[in-house]
């Protein structure tokens, strides 16, 4: 039983770069959500998917934050021209649509990012 | 707007003690709420959830209530053992949302020999 996995687990990047982050969920799960945790805070929402439609974005994420899950699997976000404000760690979960037994998700260990 | 609130970042108790974590709401239309707990470098781990129709749910170790009219809950976690240190999240969703879940900032329980 293989869990949600995340990659890269940390990344280092300079002021101004774009980078990717990669979520892979849990096989039978149909939603995938990104969320964004500081240093102090619990995680905050970004966005999340249900199969490949985006249904819903915070309003946390900026013109410069997109996220994809092209066939309903895995997902990127990507964040272009870097800021040291968008240093954080990216939370991936995901969950089963009907899940009503406790509606619960299940996060992966996380993508730290660091910009210098 | 911090709609789900740990107002105590930090708890200590001794080995064997209850543990005590609150967490106040105060979106009315939250209907579920989850504790999570997160060790160091991973991810947050579901713990245990309850419903708005019930007013306590029970599992081992432990137990969630909830007041809905003081818009309240607390995790309760008897005996409370070393490996419980760990950061406790609160988080809430509502019906209709998509499961999207609206977090606490969390409490460092450290469980003390």
């Known amino acids: 039983d293989t869990g949600v996995s995340q990659n890269p687990r940390h990344k280092i990047t300079k002021r101004g770069q774009n980078v990717t982050f990669r979520c892979d969920p849990i096989?039978?799960?149909?939603?995938l959500y990104w969320y964004r945790q500081t240093l102090g805070q619990g995680p905050e929402f970004l966005t999340y998917f249900q199969n490949e439609a985006q249904l819903e974005k915070s309003r946390l994420l900026s013109d410069r934050f997109s996220a994809e899950r092209p066939k309903g699997s895995f997902s990127t976000l990507e964040i272009q021209r870097t800021e040291q404000g968008d240093s954080a760690m990216y939370l991936c979960?995901?969950?089963?649509?009907?899940?009503?037994?406790?509606?619960?998700?299940?996060f992966g260990e996380g993508s730290r990012l660091t910009v210098l | 707007d911090q709609q789900v609130k740990q107002n105590s970042p930090s708890l200590s108790v001794q080995e064997g003690r209850i543990s005590i974590l609150n967490c106040d709401y105060t979106?009315?239309?939250?209907?579920?709420f989850l504790w999570y707990k997160k060790y160091p470098a991973e991810g947050p781990t579901f713990l245990i959830s309850?419903?708005?129709?019930?007013d306590k749910n029970e599992d081992g170790r432990f137990t969630v209530f909830l007041n809905k009219s003081a818009k309240h809950l607390s995790l309760h976690i008897v005996p409370s053992q070393p490996g419980d240190s760990a950061v406790y999240f609160c988080a809430a969703s509502a019906t209709g949302g998509g499961n999207k879940l609206t977090f606490g900032t969390g409490t460092q329980l450290k469980v003390e020999l």
């Open positions: 979106n009315s239309m939250f209907d579920y």
């Open positions: 309850i419903s708005s129709i019930k």
């Open positions: 096989s039978e799960h149909n939603r």
């Open positions: 979960a995901s969950s089963r649509r009907g899940h009503i037994n406790t509606g619960e998700l299940f």
